[in-house]
């Protein structure tokens, strides 16, 4: 590894070592959305080392996210928030790949849409495109880390397809609610759990929130879990197991 690479993340590495910043280094993740939770997602990678990453959204920059989404500024109104996170990310670390596509992710595009990668993360805000994402985890296999935020109150877990329940047996159905209310500091936590949980997996550091849905509620500032389980007969991950 170059000096200044070391250097740079000389803090790190006392953690997980060298061989570990080596395993960011060629990690490929794939983050669908750029704003509230995408933000602090996709800087920790960045800043992390992680050698490339793949963000997702097909909007543009309006002046109601720059409450909670902090890689877009107020001279980024109106630009691809594609584009506007990929500048930011760059800047704070130009040794890494950013790709970016603008498109909503879908059902029928979803299999072209996402490439080969280590890692998909869930940034999204509504639970239809969830589904889909989560699909597509479970037949390829590739881990998915879920965040979902609300007002206050948000939640994360880690899937592992073929061991852990899948999304949809947690949250068999979707949510329906166009705009909702959030404090930025919301997906400023769970955003960041979740970094941390893709850190985790790709050095194999740690306990992951694997069969566990972390609840954080900021109103009284306080941390819950639920132990989640497979739903018997999932739609999702039940048939795909039996293939």
Not at 7 to 14: A, G, H, S, V
Not at 235 to 242: F, H, R, T
Request: proline share 5%.
């Amino acid at each position: 590894m170059e000096k200044i690479a070391s250097e740079k993340y000389i803090r790190q590495i006392m953690l997980f070592g060298e061989e570990g910043q080596e395993k960011l280094r060629k990690a490929r993740v794939f983050v669908a959305g750029a704003g509230g939770l995408g933000s602090p997602i996709s800087t920790y990678l960045a800043v992390a080392g992680v050698g490339k990453i793949i963000i997702a959204d097909f909007d543009t920059v309006d002046p109601s996210n720059l409450n909670r989404q902090f890689l877009h500024h107020e001279r980024d109104i109106g630009r691809d928030k594609i584009k506007s996170a990929a500048d930011k990310l760059l800047s704070m670390n130009p040794e890494i790949k950013v790709e970016t596509i603008k498109e909503k992710i879908t059902d029928e595009n979803a299999g072209s849409l996402v490439p080969p990668c280590d890692l998909i993360i869930d940034a999204l805000d509504n639970f239809d495109t969830r589904h889909v994402l989560n699909r597509l985890a479970v037949e390829r296999k590739i881990p998915l880390i879920h965040g979902a935020v609300s007002g206050y109150r948000g939640q994360a877990t880690t899937i592992i397809p073929g061991k852990t329940p899948c999304l949809y047996c947690i949250f068999p159905s979707s949510f329906k609610k166009e705009v909702f209310p959030v404090l930025g500091t919301t997906p400023g936590v769970i955003g960041t759990i979740q970094a941390n949980e893709a850190i985790k997996y790709l050095t194999g550091q740690g306990k992951l929130l694997e069969n566990r849905l972390l609840l954080w509620d900021g109103l009284s500032c306080s941390f819950s879990e639920l132990n989640v389980n497979k739903t018997e007969n999932c739609p999702v991950c039940g048939i795909n197991e039996k293939r």
